[in-house]
């Protein structure tokens, strides 16, 4: 009996003295977060960007073996896309010799002068979508400055900043919320805003869209800089199903998002953009 | 067998190395098995003898490269696992005898019970407010392609034991 009770008690004692050192190893990270992270980070990325590229290379070589039905599809598709843009660039090329939109045209130009900072992927945290750039304090980079990629297609927002590096809350994180404009095909139309939420594993969905707003399937999403944090115009998305329901005061919708972050290592980081 | 540390310690870095770069290209719908919490747990769980300090180095070591790709706070990570290592050890504990007898089933369940405490434990810890679960396909990819990989593990795990435990002393015949 003794030996057991001293067995137990030997048991405890050893469970106090690791929460003790737990506790003193978590304080210590947490007092020195920011130093212990960029250290990592710093150390760790040359590996990390070669694993980012030989994962790149890899996923290529492999997916020129998966079967091609979904290919054929989408580029009938971004067949039909494409002959409707030429079609839209021509009447605006049209619109523009008039010089009917030629100010207007000019004024979206001067907002998208946008001052880019260029940014490698290092990691990628599918789990909670967010993503680690080699960028950080050093380089001009602070806290909720957007990402886009060359096309201008929104990938998410600095959410820490280190020395060198930064963390990037991608637009899909479930925590992400952002004001959206929906384009629609007719421009008379008054235009409809929504709100784009994170539902995380690198999906959105679209959200307090007036339940009175006409939204169609494949209606392009854009940032409305409601907000304050993304400037407006930058591509977010596309509607690929509505549900509305009589009962709830918003409709809502399951939106394709644009960004794809596998296929993508470089971001630019809008360094100049306020409210 | 001081040696065992700085080779665990590199492991744990190239695996977490290896899953915030390479591994995202190899997701389904968006989901990658967390080799961390899979190398965590087979260690834990396959271990031949008790090595408390080993085991101790283990749970911070896991911890802290889970938190420092995979969480905002760093702490949590180790906190949770922990947290988990107590658990894992008292289970083991109580169903000793039943272990040999269904052992794949027996890790199965164990694993996917850690694996989802593990999650619980760590938004609890960060985000307490937000705790809920979505139950839906992503949910069963995620457990396929983890419980799959934990079953690699393990695999791999014996294979290994199986080749260091060989006994290669000469003998005279």
């Not at chain 1, 990037?168 to 919320?177: E, F, H």
Request: net charge neutral; hydrophobic share 50%.
């Amino acid at each position: 009996m003794d030996i057991y009770i001293r067995k137990q008690n030997f048991i405890l004692r050893r469970i106090v003295i690791s929460a003790m050192v737990l506790i003193l190893v978590i304080g210590f990270l947490n007092i020195f977060q920011s130093q212990v992270r960029n250290s990592f980070y710093t150390i760790s990325a040359p590996v990390s960007k070669s694993f980012w590229k030989s994962g790149n290379s890899a996923f290529s070589f492999l997916a020129s073996f998966l079967p091609s039905e979904n290919a054929k599809k989408e580029n009938v598709i971004l067949r039909q896309e494409n002959q409707n843009l030429l079609a839209q660039v021509a009447s605006l090329q049209d619109s523009l010799r008039q010089g009917y939109l030629a100010q207007g045209a000019l004024q979206v130009a001067k907002e998208n002068n946008f001052s880019l900072s260029l940014a490698h992927i290092i990691a990628l945290d599918l789990h909670s979508d967010f993503v680690l750039i080699d960028k950080g304090l050093e380089d001009g980079i602070y806290e909720n400055m957007p990402l886009i990629s060359n096309e201008k297609v929104l990938f998410g927002k600095v959410l820490q900043v280190y020395r060198n590096f930064s963390k990037v809350m991608l637009i899909s994180n479930s925590a992400s919320v952002l004001d959206v404009k929906i384009q629609s095909d007719e421009s008379q139309k008054t235009p409809v805003y929504g709100a784009i939420k994170g539902t995380g594993a690198g999906s959105l969905y679209l959200d307090l869209v007036s339940s009175d707003a006409e939204i169609n399937e494949g209606n392009v999403l854009i940032t409305s800089a409601l907000e304050g944090i993304f400037p407006r115009n930058l591509l977010v998305g596309q509607i690929i199903s509505k549900d509305k329901n009589d009962l709830r005061p918003f409709q809502t919708a399951q939106v394709q998002q644009f960004f794809d972050i596998k296929n993508t290592d470089t971001l630019f980081v809008i360094t100049n953009y306020k409210k | 067998m001081w040696f065992k540390y700085p080779i665990i310690l590199l492991l744990f870095l190239i695996t977490a190395l290896f899953q915030a770069g390479f591994l995202p290209y190899f997701s389904i719908m968006n989901v990658a098995p967390n080799l961390l919490f899979i190398l965590f747990f087979i260690a834990v769980f396959l271990k031949a003898e008790k090595d408390y300090y080993y085991e101790f180095f283990l749970v911070i070591t896991a911890g802290f490269f889970l938190d420092i790709f995979f969480n905002g706070r760093l702490g949590v990570s180790i906190l949770s696992l922990f947290i988990l290592y107590l658990a894992i050890q008292f289970t083991r504990h109580l169903l000793e005898e039943y272990q040999d007898e269904y052992f794949v089933g027996y890790y199965v369940l164990s694993f996917l019970v850690c694996f989802f405490a593990y999650g619980f434990l760590t938004q609890l810890l960060l985000n307490p407010l937000t705790i809920g679960m979505n139950v839906g396909i992503v949910t069963l990819v995620q457990i396929l392609y983890n419980v799959t990989v934990a079953l690699l593990g393990l695999y791999a795990y014996e294979q290994i034991a199986d080749f260091l435990h060989q006994d290669r002393q000469l003998k005279l015949l």
